[in-house]
């Protein structure tokens, strides 16, 4: 776990430099959001690790499938370009979870997970909330609050 943060860190810090020069951190979160996502669909994975193509075809591709979703920007298809070219796609789970901390540090915000074994009532999640936006941060809160299925 240790190893692989230390891999993913510098891409997360280089994404976020990138977004935050370009006034597209948002953008940036929602890219590096479906990006992550397709690496999960099995026919995208099987491309990624076939032998057979090289790293511009396998490129084009990924940016294919994304944009067909929504446009992607110059500066995020080169982002991709670098992680395909040193082997990094495997590693896109951690450099989302680490450019969203940076982006919740930049915006003074907290994340917040709450799993209770009953949902919880509009009351207490409002309680969650307003507990998380009276943290030390002083900030808004990004919640998420869930029940465990039985």
């Not at 977004?19 to 397709?38: C, H, K, M, P, T």
């Not at 511009?56 to 395909?84: C, D, H, S, Y």
Request: glycine share 4%; net charge negative.
């Amino acid at each position: 776990m240790a190893e692989t943060l230390t891999i993913a860190r510098p891409y997360a810090e280089a994404a976020f430099a990138l977004a935050l020069e370009a006034n597209a951190v948002e953008a940036w979160s929602g890219d590096l959001e479906r990006l992550n996502a397709l690496l999960e669909v099995p026919e995208i994975r099987a491309l990624i690790v076939d032998p057979r193509l090289g790293d511009e075809e396998k490129v084009q591709a990924l940016l294919e499938a994304m944009t067909a979703i929504a446009p992607v920007g110059e500066a995020f298809a080169n982002f991709v370009r670098l992680l395909v070219a040193n082997d990094r796609l495997s590693f896109i789970g951690d450099i989302v979870r680490l450019f969203e901390q940076k982006r919740l540090e930049h915006e003074q915000r907290l994340a917040a997970v709450v799993t209770s074994a009953f949902p919880l009532e509009e009351q207490q999640t409002a309680e969650v909330a307003r507990v998380c936006s009276n943290s030390a941060l002083g900030g808004p809160c990004k919640s998420r609050c869930g029940s465990i299925p039985n």
